[in-house]
């Protein structure tokens, strides 16, 4: 059984930084793509991030692209978010997702394993 475990939310400032992260357990760390979404009360899970098993290829969604940086750490079994000119546009619920197809898209119906989310608040 895949278990995903975030942390690292909080509240922080407009324009500060918040590092999540995200511990994996129940099957090979390195052998999944691993993404983030969000979610705000009423509205749709967000595509947020996704890495590749090896780190090697990242994609980001439009709102984040060039703010926000997905890594991951396959001897640690951790996928980190590091966030960076937060906006209130950011606050959200944030959740860690893995497929066990090796899917790494936008699309979240598409993942089967989810974390239970860690909550982000960014003041303006």
């Known amino acids: 059984q895949v278990q995903l475990v975030e942390s690292g939310g909080g509240l922080v400032q407009a324009g500060g930084s918040l590092r999540l992260s995200c511990v994996a357990s129940g099957r090979t760390f390195s052998w999944y793509a691993m993404a983030w979404f969000r979610q705000v009360p009423g509205k749709q899970r967000e595509f947020v991030a996704s890495?590749?098993?090896?780190?090697?290829?990242?994609n980001y969604g439009d709102s984040v692209k060039g703010r926000f940086t997905i890594s991951r750490d396959n001897a640690k079994n951790t996928v980190y978010l590091q966030m960076s000119r937060s906006t209130p546009e950011d606050t959200a619920v944030y959740y860690c997702?893995?497929?066990?197809?090796?899917?790494?898209?936008?699309?979240?119906?598409?993942?089967?394993?989810w974390g239970q989310g860690t909550q982000v608040t960014v003041s303006s």
């Open positions: 997702a893995t497929s066990s197809g090796g899917y790494s898209g936008t699309y979240s119906r598409n993942y089967d394993y």
């Open positions: 890495i590749s098993r090896n780190g090697g290829s990242t």
